[in-house]
């Protein structure tokens, strides 16, 4: 039982990075979609409340348009407590 735990934390362990790399040459193979921005404003001290909701409203829709990267490194995170509470156990045992 000892060495079926121990080899179930090795894979885990080992498949985080692998799963991170395939997951990030994805991305780089992905074609890169030309966007044409608005001419910005020069920048001013003053700005109205108005020019706020805009970039506001822009930036909330290039973000909702993209993938969430904090659900990715969640995702790390419970992999990586499971395999310390994993190791713990058999240490403990």
Known sequence: MRKALILTAALAMFAGPALAQQSQNLTEQAPV??????PRPAPSIHVSTETIRQQV??????????????SQS???????????VLIAVLLAG
Do not use: D, M
């Open 33 to 38: 979609a030309q966007t044409t921005e608005a």
């Open 57 to 70: 409203q822009t930036a909330e829709s290039e973000r909702t348009g993209k993938e969430q990267v904090g």
């Open 74 to 84: 969640w995702w790390y995170l419970v992999a990586a407590i499971a395999v310390g």
